[in-house]
């Protein structure tokens, strides 16, 4: 597995990890409801990945068909 991936794994666990804790902190005892948190918690972090301009997780735009026509001029 590639570092990044690791990297955005770690975050990914890391903000799942705080959505559960924040609700079991509440009071909340549900698995389900439990499990519906982190996921909620994930949704933020998951629209990052899925952003081709943002750049923290590697999944950019490769500007290769650029770089190959001002080559070839």
């Not at 990297?7 to 009071?27: C, P, Q, R, Y």
Request: net charge positive; charged share 30%; proline share 7%.
């Amino acid at each position: 597995m590639k570092p990044e991936h690791v990297e955005m794994l770690k975050s990914w666990a890391k903000v799942f990890g705080a959505g559960v804790v924040a609700l079991a902190i509440s009071g909340e005892r549900d698995p389900k409801a439990l499990v519906a948190a982190g996921l909620a918690a994930l949704l933020p972090v998951i629209y990052t990945w899925l952003d081709p301009s943002d750049k923290r997780f590697g999944r950019v735009r490769k500007p290769v068909k650029k770089a190959a026509k001002k080559a070839a001029k």
